[in-house]
């Protein structure tokens, strides 16, 4: 069983390059999420997707765009790298209520 | 003020203590509590939940909500080094807006 899988794992990008960071879940959930960790700051909601075909903005979502690609998938993309995007991205999904999130292994982002 | 408040540690002790670990948090629209393990370089782990005020247990951990002082703890009995890790405490007001999370504890148990 897989659960939440994210690619890429690592990821290199030069200021102003885009890129998508892809997540697919295979638990049948409704909901599904976008966080980054940064050192001192724990997890923060980039965005969210409640249900397949609605996306909306959590705490940090400047920066960022969201595409809820069917009830599997859910990517974000970086349109124009800035070195704040330095991060570890991790996509999660979870049951109603929110209750029991599952997470990816995370994509570790470096913008140079 | 984040919503969620936790102690970043780090908090070390001797193989076979018990463990305390505290959040609280500031949101009374929250209802759903949760405590998630992250080991270095991983994803978070979900360990356990609840819900509303009470306690749970789950072999040797056990979870607790005092909602009237806002604060949630996670103990652990007879501790292990593999029980060394990040603990992540989060809340949710039951939406699907996602999860609140604090910042994390990091736990060191010494053999």
């Known amino acids: 069983n897989a659960g939440v899988t994210q690619t890429p794992k690592f990821q290199v990008l030069k200021t102003g390059q885009s890129m998508t960071l892809q997540c697919a879940q295979d638990?049948?959930?409704?909901?599904m999420y976008w966080y980054r960790q940064d050192p001192g700051m724990g997890l923060r909601l980039i965005y969210y997707?409640?249900?397949?075909?609605?996306?909306d903005k959590g705490e940090v979502p400047n920066g960022y765009n969201v595409s809820r690609l069917n009830k599997r998938e859910f990517s974000l993309r970086l349109e124009s790298a800035a070195p704040s995007q330095t991060s570890v991205y991790f996509c999660?999904?979870?049951?109603?209520?929110?209750?029991?999130?599952?997470f990816g292994q995370g994509t570790r982002l470096t913008v140079v | 003020q984040k919503e969620v408040e936790q102690d970043p540690g780090p908090l070390s002790v001797p193989e076979g203590a018990i463990v305390s670990l505290n959040c609280t948090y500031s949101?009374?629209?929250?209802?759903?509590f949760m405590w998630y393990r992250q080991y270095s370089r991983k994803g978070p782990e979900l360990l356990m939940y609840?819900?509303?005020?009470g306690n749970k247990e789950d072999g040797r951990f056990t979870a607790q909500v005092d909602k009237s002082s806002k604060y949630i703890s996670l103990f652990i009995r007879d501790s292990q080094p593999s029980d060394s890790a990040t603990y992540l405490c989060?809340?949710?007001?039951?939406?699907?807006?996602?999860?609140?999370f604090g910042k994390g504890t990091h736990l060191i148990i010494q053999p």
């Open positions: 999660a999904s979870s049951n109603y209520r929110n209750t029991e999130a599952f």
């Open positions: 638990m049948n959930h409704n909901s």
């Open positions: 997707s409640a249900s397949e075909g609605t996306t």
């Open positions: 949101n009374s629209a929250f209802q759903y």
């Open positions: 609840t819900y509303s005020s």
């Open positions: 989060a809340a949710s007001g039951g939406g699907a807006d996602g999860l609140t």
